[in-house]
């Protein structure tokens, strides 16, 4: 049996991911960072709770990451703890470097000290690529890295460390460069689920607007469900990747809101306020990513961008209506 240990298992990739590999016969122990809350502490992992060892550690704190690493001696470690919101770490830079950059640093030294045998895949970030875009208006694993955020340099910083502790050492270090990944389980912060359930709060008469920042970013949607495979099965190849994970088709805010409200039969530019507080000092205008090497190891999406915001409509429907 492989044991494998995911950082912020509590999180939407971290769930689907524990989900994905406790069915292909996984050992699976996950890393919660303490929340104030504790009902809010592990509400992702409903499906697997039992099923999985969860343990207290922070990315800041390294004897945390040593403890857990030599207690557990994984087989493969997915680092996806992180804060992850790009708008946020305009509010929070020197914490969102530290927990990503550094703190990706803090688990590189102890795997080398506890177990430098074990696979690690890295979360990198499209937002590493900012407004950088290949002629052919695609961003792949060789377009250059000008990221316009603080999320973005400290997911940069982490990527190249990464590579640098791979050559440097031997360890086996997999960057696997994500696009957006939405679900049902995605933060109501993140515009996706903002989007989603703002609109079905409307429709049910709750409220009567939504503001967002900048309609006209587009952005390469996919499903976490596929996403986390894709994790898996980098991984599993016999040499480190680093690897692009994307669908190929961006979508606009615009767009996102357009098919929203237009499925739950309203007109969004009857509800939609646009406030400069969502306006990000420096804009990511498009990102649209190519896969080619990811589909060569056989990878495909299973959800289209409509039938991702459907289901995350029909699960607020759902929700809400209770």
Not at 165 to 182: A, D, V
Not at 195 to 214: F, H, M, P
Not at 302 to 309: C, G, P
Request: with cysteine.
């Amino acid at each position: 049996m492989k044991k494998a240990l995911i950082t912020g298992i509590n999180g939407q990739d971290g769930s689907f991911l524990s989900e994905f590999l406790l069915e292909k016969g996984y050992e699976v122990c996950g890393t919660l960072k303490r929340n104030s809350v504790a009902e809010n502490q592990s509400d992702r992992l409903d499906s697997v709770y039992g099923k999985v060892k969860l343990v207290y550690a922070d990315m800041t704190d390294m004897s945390s990451l040593l403890f857990v690493l030599k207690d557990f001696q994984p087989d493969e470690i997915y680092n996806l703890a992180a804060q992850s919101h790009v708008r946020i770490s305009f509010d929070q830079p020197i914490y969102t470097s530290q927990v990503v950059a550094i703190g990706t640093l803090n688990l590189l030294q102890a795997i080398r000290i506890v177990c430098p045998e074990a696979k690690l895949y890295q979360a990198s970030s499209s937002e590493m690529f900012g407004n950088s875009i290949d002629s052919d208006g695609f961003q792949r694993e060789s377009t250059p890295l000008t990221p316009v955020s603080p999320y973005g340099c400290a997911k940069v910083f982490a990527h190249n460390i990464c590579k640098n502790y791979r050559e440097s050492y031997g360890l086996y270090i997999s960057n696997g460069i994500l696009f957006n990944h939405e679900s049902t389980r995605r933060g109501s912060n993140f515009v996706t689920g903002k989007v989603v359930k703002e609109a079905v709060r409307i429709k049910l008469g709750l409220t009567d607007q939504l503001e967002l920042g900048n309609l006209e970013a587009t952005r390469d949607w996919g499903h976490a469900k596929d996403y986390v495979k894709a994790m898996w099965l980098m991984l599993q190849q016999e040499e480190p990747i680093d690897m692009v994970c994307a669908t190929g088709v961006s979508n606009s805010v615009r767009y996102l809101c357009e098919y929203t409200f237009s499925k739950l039969d309203l007109d969004y530019k009857d509800y939609i306020v646009v406030d400069e507080r969502y306006l990000r000092p420096e804009e990511l205008n498009n990102l649209k990513g190519d896969a080619s090497k990811l589909r060569a190891l056989g990878w495909e999406p299973s959800y289209t961008f409509e039938t991702m915001i459907d289901e995350m409509i029909e699960f607020w429907l759902t929700k809400l209506k209770k």
